[in-house]
């Protein structure tokens, strides 16, 4: 059974900081395309990030520049790096692959 943990998350002021983890069991992630979305209160969930099995990554354009995602085969987990947070990046983020979604973790960006 393949299970996703996201962690991470949490309160930050506007142009801080914040990495977020998604560590996976039941699967090996180098094989996999992984994919970092986020679902604010009343909005459409966005992809904001892509790497392939390949290594090659993919942005939204509300991200490109500000947000890295990354993977360690070794530990199974995959990052999401996000400097310069805005308000607007206020969001619950998931980490998904084929057919798999994670529990989510919250990110509060304060102005």
């Known amino acids: 059974q393949v299970q996703l943990v996201e962690s991470g998350g949490g309160l930050v002021q506007a142009g801080g900081s914040l990495r977020l983890s998604c560590a996976a069991s039941?699967?090996?992630?180098?094989?996999?395309?992984m994919a970092w979305y986020r679902q604010a209160p009343g909005k459409a969930r966005e992809r904001v990030a892509l790497?392939?099995?390949?290594?090659?990554?993919d942005y939204s354009d509300s991200v490109k520049g500000r947000f890295t995602i990354s993977r360690d085969n070794t530990n199974n987990t995959v990052y999401l790096q996000m400097n310069s947070l805005k308000p607007e990046d206020t969001a619950v983020y998931y980490c998904?692959?084929?057919?798999?979604r994670g529990q989510g973790t919250q990110v509060t960006v304060s102005s």
């Open positions: 998904s692959t084929t057919g798999v």
């Open positions: 039941g699967t090996i992630l180098s094989s996999k395309n």
């Open positions: 790497i392939t099995y390949s290594g090659t990554t």
